[in-house]
């Protein structure tokens, strides 16, 4: 595998890029790609968020690697929007925060939420990130994933109702580590926002419908709309991925979201390598752990989980914050009103019910 950095460019980047890179405004996004502008892809905006529309539904599933990997993969019937980018670290604090009121426990030991650049200052009683990583992809637990998407559904409101339904129930989720747990295994029907299944992740990541020429669609080997292996190194350096250079000294290679303008899928989704690793919704069928996709920037070996028929999915408890995913929302095209009235019905009755602590 290759890797491009240089001494002399870790010494730059560490100047420029460990947490003081200037960060990027939803509005600054790169703008989409000749390959994405080409599959038409629609760039919406919603709470923060920039997403863009997959479309060409009813596309066929990915034929599978060398061994069959991931055969079948990517065949979504209907279009669907998906976030060009992960939920950041000054996102999730204003969740957490919002989220505050109602958490049981302290605050400062809600491993959900925490991840390592936010934090529960206890001067000010609040969620806080480190300064300069704001725009840094956060990360968090699924189950804490799955209440920012309800959250998202609920049009951010504030009452405790507004976190417990929408895309998921959380009166369902229960278990244990090593052992099977009762979360919902799909979200509700008519949830304008919710994670990603697997195989939406994997159409957005490398289905193009124009890639064997007009109309002809394919699936191409990396997240960067093409055959060829990502470059991993530092953007000013010609990089297209900072995967792996958490291992390399001083291991804080974390760069803001959006920072490889020209690493984009063919729908102009951003960061599917390097950034942090993308919960989906899926579950292994022993209902043990959710799925998460992609690579994130603490992977030992750069380029391993990025083709196609490398990335399967890898598996993790709903509560566990140590595999350092994070959360690119997925959403209904257009967006429906949300799944609300069980929220109201249901988290009435059980409005005193002990909330886990996550």
């Known amino acids: 595998m290759r890797f491009s950095f240089s001494a002399a460019a870790m010494l730059a980047t560490t100047l420029n890029y460990v947490l003081v890179a200037a960060p990027v405004a939803v509005a600054d996004l790169p703008p989409l790609s000749p390959v994405a502008i080409a599959s038409g892809t629609q760039i919406s905006r919603a709470y923060g968020h920039e997403f863009v529309t997959v479309g060409a539904p009813g596309n066929a599933g990915y034929a599978g690697g060398q061994f069959g990997e991931n055969a079948g993969s990517g065949a979504v019937a209907e279009p669907f929007r998906i976030a060009r980018t992960q939920v950041t670290n ?62 998202l559904c609920n049009d951010q409101r504030s009452a405790a109702a507004s976190f417990e339904n929408g895309a998921y129930d959380t009166s ?151 595999t350092l995913a994070g959360l690119r929302i997925a959403a209904t095209v257009p967006t429906p009103t949300c799944f609300v009235a069980f929220v109201v019905a249901s988290l009435t009755s059980c409005a005193f019910r002990k909330r886990k602590s996550l």
């Not at 302290?106 to 806080?128: H, K």
């Not at 278990?175 to 957005?204: C, I, M």
């Not at 020429?213 to 060829?228: L, V």
């Open 90 to 151: 000054q996102q999730w604090a204003d969740f957490a925060n919002a989220y505050l009121p109602y958490m049981q426990g302290d605050p400062a030991r809600q491993w959900g939420i925490i991840g390592i650049f936010v934090d529960f200052d206890t001067t000010s009683q609040r969620y806080v990130v480190s300064p300069g990583a704001e725009q840094v992809a956060a990360s968090m637990s699924w189950r804490m994933a799955a209440r920012y998407c309800n959250w």
């Open 172 to 322: 369902t989720f229960g278990g244990v580590p090593g052992r099977a747990f009762t979360d919902q295994l799909v979200h509700n029907p008519g949830a304008s926002f919710y994670l990603p299944t697997r195989t939406e992740w994997v159409k957005a990541a490398f289905f193009d419908p124009n890639h064997s020429g007009p109309g002809e669609g394919g699936y191409w080997t990396y997240p960067n709309s093409s055959d060829r292996e990502l470059r991993y190194g530092f953007p000013q350096d010609g990089g297209e991925s900072i995967v792996g250079a958490e291992n390399i000294p001083p291991y804080s290679w974390y760069l803001p979201v959006g920072s490889y303008a020209n690493t984009q899928s063919p729908w102009g989704l951003l960061d599917l390598s390097g950034s942090s690793r993308d919960w989906n919704e899926d579950a292994a069928i022993d209902r043990v752990s959710r799925f998460f996709s992609g690579s994130g920037v603490r992977d030992l070996i750069p380029g391993s989980t990025d083709s196609i028929y490398q990335s399967g999915p890898s598996g993790s408890f709903a509560d566990d914050l140590f």
